[in-house]
């Protein structure tokens, strides 16, 4: 009877421990997809908000396993599953930002450390300055390792060893399951980028970075976008994912629960989410993401002996090619903006170039294994990247000097933890060798072992006693060492939150006095409640106080016919009136290609066609342009390029960005001179404000979807008209303007193929293209 009884109990308790982890992923659903606060109230919400003294990669109350001192670690594939559909609904979530923020500067951080911990056979931050043909050597180097692992591998299998990548075809379509995440958002580490908001200076830079996005999204070919090929080559083994942007995506029932996968997912997102703010890293991220990896060719082998197609991974060691590909477009980029910062004095040119090193290092880290300890990002303190080197170089000398030692860092002896071979390893949580564990975890156990340190208080710590007068190691560290070592004690005792300590640190990495080498970001900027708000400088850029632009009522579309009205007629234009509109409809449609997962449509094609041919790059072809696109024959201007050639006829004063554009008060006929009088009228300030309008709908293109497209088609008329003003171009701009007008016209030709049979879509884009005509028509002076 006893055994009976325990059996029943045991059964009880497996069915209740069922029912509260149904219960607990039921609660996971709901938290991801609850509607956000309103920003009035957001510093009450749990689910966008990071805790005071939280760590900057964990969500509140998720906590799993203990880290290596007993500190519960936080659950981070929770927040990068978190951030991975918020992120792609950012006009749902748009309270996100300030913790997107700061998980962009805490996985740099992280990633900076990490880098510090792999053996130093060779590191791009190792190249201390910045030197082009040191560069360029760097990135040969690391393309021919890979080639020459590539050899090794070809001659083991032609010996007759089997697969190494996948032992049979359930592994490898568990593996390519495991993978869905980063592939489908292929290309989303530059999918901010290239934005109305980009400052004109950058816009050559941002262009060619745009084109790579541009070709990872098939040029406007849906056969070509390379999410549209993963999904294909999954649906191919019978595997059919929810959409990537959906919360469906992250349920933890699809079993897709690799932390590394999402976070590497994550960090493509995060990125590029701020180009105006962290350009120099997104570049140095595409560098060294577009590189060609091992992996990425193992697979294009061994996928189709196992009757697997394997086209998706052959396009990537293609397309990624290292003489025209995308990784001499990378390389290109990044020694077009440096060379840009040397000329111009936008940036310290060593600024900029360690902020490169860093996107360079996040990129080659996320697509690792390597970890921190649990607590270890404040634990590391500000100036950790110091002290690790500090220790390493000690650690090579000293090891066998304290074989007799029985003092314990945590859980390891003093002789363990100086092992060289801790020191040179990386960082995997268990050291290597036989040592105590890495760097990292050194200074994570060194920063808690009282009373060798006391937090905050270094002259009461008993290891900067002993490096000072008396002390049993004086001189075995510097006097700038031992400043060092006591900065760091004392930066433990600071009351901060990991993410202020992340960003001090990130700081000082970058220039040394941490205001990342321009301006110190305003607190505002760092602030758990700030969002940008002013859609003529910040991308992206939200209404905080106040709800979005409402969308103008319109009457039920009873047909799924549309014809465009007459051409326009106006002879003159006031220029203060026309450039706000002309530079504002140039990012109408830039943030529908925001996410790659949406563009693999149709739809999404036709968007990418459209921003190709507004941007000015050349018609599409069956091929690939590749680093034809930086010495391709002909004029092919962008409709930002062409309002500046307005404005440079018009003798008006170079524009920095669009604010400068519509903060114009110089009132200016074609043909006739500028006002001197700087103060805007009525009628520049109702053109600015529906420009603003405008701009507002733009940043919400999921919503707003068919009201941007009729909008857009509104403005092909306003081009057009354009084209044939002889008092805005010569004969050359009006033949490039035309080309751009012909191409988008094909374009939304095959658009309203599309959602014709959509009421909504359609009714929405008739609505959009009849308010857009009304307000081009009053501008101008028509009569409606």
């Known amino acids: 009877m006893a055994f009976a009884a ?96 700061q998980a962009l500067i805490a996985l740099l951080h992280e990633a900076l450390l990490i880098e510090q911990s792999r053996p130093k056979d060779r590191s791009i931050l190792d190249i201390q300055s910045y030197d082009r043909a040191a560069l360029h050597g760097f990135l040969f180097a690391e393309h021919t390792g890979v080639l020459d692992q590539w050899e090794q591998y ?112 994550t960090a493509q997102l995060l990125i590029s989410l701020f180009p105006n703010e962290f350009l120099p890293e997104m570049l140095g991220f595409n560098m060294h993401y577009e590189l060609l990896t091992l992996e990425t060719l193992m697979a294009s082998k061994e996928l189709p002996e196992l009757g697997i197609s394997g086209y998706y991974f052959l396009l990537h060691v293609s397309i990624d090619n290292a003489d025209s ?99 040179g390893s990386s960082s995997s949580g268990g050291g290597g060798g036989g040592g105590g564990g890495n760097p990292h975890d050194f200074l994570h156990a060194l920063a808690n072992a009282t009373p060798w340190v006391r937090r905050g208080n270094s002259k009461n710590s008993l290891l900067v006693r002993e490096l000072s007068w008396k002390g049993r190691m004086f001189g075995a560290f510097t006097n700038a060492e031992v400043e060092e070592l006591c900065a760091w004690v004392d930066s433990l005792g600071k009351d901060d939150d990991e993410a202020s300590v992340c960003e001090r640190s990130y700081r000082r990495f970058v220039d040394g ?31 905080q106080q106040r709800a979005p632009e409402p969308r103008p009522a319109r009457e039920k579309i009873t047909t799924s016919s549309f014809a465009p009205r007459p051409p326009l007629r106006a002879s003159t234009v006031r220029l203060d009136v026309f450039l706000p509109l002309w530079f504002a409809h140039a990012g109408l449609l830039e943030n529908t290609v925001n996410t790659p997962y949406r563009t693999a449509r149709p739809l999404g094609s036709q968007l990418v066609r459209i921003l190709r041919a507004e941007y000015g790059f050349m018609p599409e072809t069956d091929g ?62 109702s053109a600015v404000r529906f420009t ?62 599309l959602i014709k049979d959509d009421d909504t879509a359609f009714g929405d884009f008739v609505q959009g293209y009849e308010l857009g005509r009304d307000e081009i028509e009053r501008f101008l002076g028509e009569s409606a």
């Open 513 to 543: 006095s941490g205001d990342g080498g321009s301006r110190q970001p305003a607190p505002s900027q760092t602030s758990a409640g700030f969002l940008p708000q002013d859609h003529a400088v910040d991308h992206p850029a939200f209404l």
């Open 154 to 265: 070809s001659l083991r299998r032609a010996a007759g060893q089997g697969p190494e990548l996948f032992r049979d075809r359930d592994a490898a379509e568990k593996w390519l399951k495991q993978a869905a995440p980063t592939k489908y958002v292929d290309g989303a580490w530059l999918g901010h980028v290239h934005k109305i908001t980009t400052p004109f200076a950058l816009r050559p830079v941002t262009r060619d970075a745009w084109q790579v996005l541009s070709e990872e999204l098939g040029d406007g070919d849906l056969e070509k976008n390379h999410v549209h090929l993963y999904r294909s080559l999954l649906e191919s083994i019978g595997l059919r994912l929810p959409d990537a942007c959906s919360a469906e995506f992250v349920d933890p029932d699809l079993d897709m629960g690799d932390e590394q996968t999402w976070k590497s997912a």
């Open 6 to 101: 325990r059996l029943w109990l045991q059964a009880l308790l497996l069915v209740a421990v069922a029912i509260i982890a149904r219960s607990l992923v039921t609660l996971h659903r709901k938290r991801l997809t609850a509607r956000p606060t309103s920003s009035s109230s957001s510093r009450g919400s749990t689910v966008n908000q990071t805790s005071e003294k939280s760590h900057p990669l964990a969500p509140e109350s998720q906590t799993t396993a203990n880290g290596p001192d007993g500190a519960a670690a936080p659950d981070k594939t929770h927040l990068y599953k978190e951030l991975y559909y918020k992120l792609q609904n950012l006009e749902k979530y748009p309270d996100i930002l300030p913790r997107a923020r």
């Open 624 to 685: 690939a342009a590749g680093m034809d696109e930086y010495s391709r024959p002909g004029y092919f201007p962008s409709l930002v390029g062409l309002g500046n050639e307005i404005r440079r006829r018009h003798q008006l004063p170079e524009a920095a960005g669009l604010k400068d554009v519509l903060g114009t008060g110089a009132r200016v006929v074609p043909g006739g001179d500028a006002d001197d009088d700087g103060d805007l009228d009525n009628d520049t300030q």
């Open 325 to 423: 590909g995308h990784t001499a477009m990378a390389l290109a980029t990044v020694t077009k903006y440096l060379d840009l910062v040397q000329q111009t004095g936008l940036l310290d040119l060593q600024v900029a170039w360690r902020r490169i090193q860093a996107g360079y290092v996040l990129s080659r880290t996320v697509g690792g294994r390597e970890t921190l300890p649990a607590g270890g990002l404040r634990d590391i303190g500000e100036n950790g990247l110091r002290i690790v080197d500090i220790m390493r170089f000690k650690a090579n000398v000293s090891q066998k000097l304290h074989c007799a030692s029985r003092v314990r860092i945590g859980k390891h002896k003093l002789m363990d933890w100086l092992a060289p071979s801790a020191w």
């Open 692 to 753: 603003h309008r405008i701009l507002g709908w733009a940043a919400r293109p999921i919503e707003n979807e068919g009201l941007l497209l009729g909008l857009g088609c509104a403005f092909v008329d306003l081009e057009e008209w354009v084209a044939e003003m002889d008092e805005f171009f010569f004969e050359k701009e009006k033949n490039a303007l035309r080309l751009i007008v012909g191409r988008k016209k094909d374009c939304f030709k095959a658009i309203v193929e």
